[in-house]
């Protein structure tokens, strides 16, 4: 289908390698642990992280690069929109019937997009944009999505605040870090305050390296922006200290045993929102969670290991929280793309012409 949408990024779908173990089977115990201790501190070094693992360093070596080359687990850098000066839009995109998939794909293959996924239904696309500028942003609001073929509406929400969420240590059911463990490797929250920070030419280069590669030396990343080591050392910890820039681990919830995914929309009076998105973020089964313009003013993801759990999670934990006057669970069919990398539903993937 022809679409305004794409970029210049090449097309193309990436080699599927082989065939891999059912999820869930692929993680035993120490992958479990080491994905936790990469939750906490995803540039910590191969040697740190054995040390509070209990295990060498090459054996860390071993079962990161595992699970890195079968494209099960990437550690990436993000940014955070609101201390960059960065708009962040959430979109929901009424399309025809058989017309979500092309469209969900066009809008992944965009470098601006780091979620797209189609709701259930099948004619309806939801997408996080980021945006430096309101000439990019608006660029696809006003001009490339409203002339993109099979499109009936858009809904748009800005982002306004997210929520701190949970480690992926409280997925793993008891099977994740210790407390000792976790202060060990923890790092103390960032400032998040002051002025916006400005980014240059390098600096906008190296966070291109670190979403493709959270994990990326420093030395590569000194050839990448033209700055030495010690300087793209200091910047990339300047960044973190001050709340500009995090380090996820993204992993698909299957690996977990969690089967089921839905979108929650949720309305708030303007008093409580805050008090509804602290709440919502501490628990295990929301993954992400953000205050956002318009009438449903909190939106978020929900992961559970089945139907059933999903329906206790809406009925006792959401239905406790008083200050939630109304609710939309939306059921997720497919996942194009998470955090910034394309998965075809157990593994991830760089977009082409990274």
């Not at 949408?5 to 035993?28: I, K, R, V």
């Not at 940014?79 to 959430?90: A, F």
């Not at 979108?263 to 919502?280: C, I």
């Amino acid at each position: 289908m022809d679409s305004p949408l794409t970029t210049a990024a090449a097309p193309g779908t990436p080699a599927t390698p082989g065939a891999l173990a059912a999820p869930g089977e692929q993680l035993d115990a120490l992958d479990r642990r080491l994905i936790h201790a990469l939750s906490l501190d995803g540039r910590a070094s191969f040697s740190r992280l054995a040390a509070v693992l209990g295990v060498t360093d090459q054996t860390v070596v071993r079962r990161y690069r595992r699970l890195h080359g079968e494209r099960l687990l990437r550690v990436i850098g993000l940014p955070v929109c609101d201390r960059l000066g960065m708009s962040e839009n959430w979109l929901r995109i009424q399309c025809t019937p058989g017309a979500a998939l092309p469209i969900a794909e066009a809008l992944a293959r965009r470098p601006d997009t780091g979620w797209v996924k189609i709701h259930s239904g099948g004619s309806e696309v939801a997408c996080v944009v980021r945006s430096f500028s309101a000439d990019e942003r608006d660029a696809l609001l006003l001009q490339k999505l409203p002339r993109t073929q099979n499109v009936t509406g858009v809904t748009a929400q800005s982002l306004l605040h997210t929520y701190t969420t949970p480690s992926h240590g409280q997925l793993l059911d008891g099977t994740g870090l210790s407390e000792e463990e976790v202060r060990e490797l923890a790092r103390p929250e960032p400032a998040g305050t002051g002025d916006e920070i400005r980014l240059d030419a390098a600096d906008r280069v190296m966070l291109d390296a670190l979403a493709r590669d959270g994990r990326t030396g420093y030395p590569e990343l000194a050839r990448a922006t033209g700055r030495s080591e010690s300087t793209v050392r200091r910047r990339l910890e300047y960044l973190r200290e001050a709340g500009a820039l995090y380090f996820d681990v993204e992993i698909l919830p299957v690996h977990f045993g969690l089967t089921t995914q839905a979108a929650l929309f949720a309305t708030v009076a303007p008093h409580n929102l805050a008090e509804a998105g602290r709440a919502l973020s501490g628990h295990p089964e929301v993954p992400w969670v953000a205050a956002a313009t318009g009438t449903t003013n909190l939106v978020g993801s929900v992961v559970c290991r089945n139907r059933g759990a999903l329906y206790t999670y809406v009925t006792e934990r959401i239905g406790a929280l008083k200050v939630v006057q109304q609710l939309e669970i939306v059921p997720v069919l497919r996942h194009i793309k998470r955090a910034g990398l394309l998965t075809d539903g157990i593994r991830l993937f760089e977009p082409p012409g990274r």
